[in-house]
């Protein structure tokens, strides 16, 4: 047992809402108390990679460019700079390269320092309110460092409707138009919080494989955010990927959730062809209510321990962080083709 307590399994964790706290109240920091996640917690739980999401917040009113561009300038000065410590990733070519003793890493303000072992941080884009009916934004999303987009939250916008918008229309002309623009670009697609038929026309005009960046089985939990069963084998079988979200509502209905809770939606999901596609979208500094013993990143390797007690090695490595970073290795734009 304390072999495998001391074994580093690398995560990846494809979702948290870090940036919108830091836009909504500026005494924040990347090592403030308020936050779930925070670099001592990453190594905490032997995060390897995580996706920093960008989220307006109906606060700000009505969603614009400058928000967008807020936060960016957020995650390089407090996440990806010397102080915040974490590493940029652009490129399929630096996860190729990170186990090079020698590397310097170049962050996006041009800094270089030698933070080899550091974790990597991923900008995605939660809505595309913000662009402002512009597809042509996205090409600047791309250029700032962004490489996943979403193209709703829960309702509606001018790209498409969201899972909650009662009406469940698909892509407007403009979104069938971003679209193309991000497949153009090498820009991921997220189907999280997307309608059915906006996930529908996406999986079909996607080049690259969509993933669903925190969402859980519908089947196991009845919540609107989670995933059909045909939605699971879309993505399975175009090779996307699936992040499992602790999200409490999205996990059970109802009652106190542990981190047990997750392994009906682990189950099912493989049940289903997926075991090779799962990885994990914590939502973490999204998250009202906690799992029980999923509070924070730091909890990471107390859940490999529990997911070992029920699966082997190899499949646990794979859902932790191999599937994820195996998606990027293939998906990700090559610094030699921009």
Not at 126 to 133: Q, R, S, T, V
Not at 143 to 148: D, E, H, K, Q
Not at 243 to 272: K, N, R, W, Y
């Amino acid at each position: 047992m304390d072999g495998k307590s001391n074994t580093k399994r690398p995560v990846v964790d494809f979702h948290c809402d870090v940036l919108c706290k830091m836009q909504l109240n500026r005494q924040v920091d990347f090592s403030h108390s308020s936050l779930d996640v925070t670099k001592e917690r990453l190594l905490e739980g032997d995060v390897q990679l995580q996706t920093f999401a960008i989220y307006i917040s109906q606060v700000l009113g009505r969603p614009r460019m400058e928000h967008v561009v807020r936060q960016i300038e957020l995650f390089r000065q407090h996440v990806v700079s010397p102080l915040g410590g974490l590493r940029a990733l652009l490129w399929r070519e630096d996860l190729q390269e990170q186990g090079s003793p020698t590397k310097k890493l170049t962050y996006l303000e041009g800094n270089e320092v030698d933070q080899t072992h550091s974790p990597w941080a991923l900008l995605s884009l939660e809505g595309a309110d913000a662009l402002e009916g512009n597809p042509f934004y996205a090409e600047l999303c791309y250029a700032m460092g962004i490489r996943l987009i979403g193209l709703t939250w829960n309702y509606a916008n001018w790209a498409a409707d969201g899972i909650m918008e009662q009406r469940g229309g698909g892509l407007t002309n403009k979104g069938h138009e971003l679209v193309k623009r991000c497949n153009e670009l090498g820009l991921l697609l997220d189907v999280s919080h997307l309608s059915v038929r906006g996930f529908w026309e996406v999986l079909e005009e996607a080049t690259l494989p969509p993933i669903a960046s925190h969402s859980n089985a519908f089947a196991v939990c009845s919540h609107p955010r989670n995933l059909r069963d045909d939605q699971i084998r879309a993505l399975i079988a175009c090779d996307g990927r699936i992040g499992l979200t602790f999200v409490t509502m999205f996990i059970q209905e109802q009652g106190s959730v542990s981190a047990e809770d997750l392994l009906p939606h682990i189950e099912h999901i493989c049940a289903l062809g997926g075991a090779r596609h799962m990885m994990f979208g914590s939502d973490f500094d999204g998250i009202e209510r906690h799992v029980q013993g999923l509070e924070h990143p730091g909890k990471y390797r107390e859940f490999a321990e529990l997911l070992l007690k029920h699966y082997p090695e190899e499949l646990v490595k794979g859902w932790l962080g191999g599937n994820a970073l195996c998606y990027l290795q293939t998906n990700l734009p090559s610094r030699m083709s921009s």
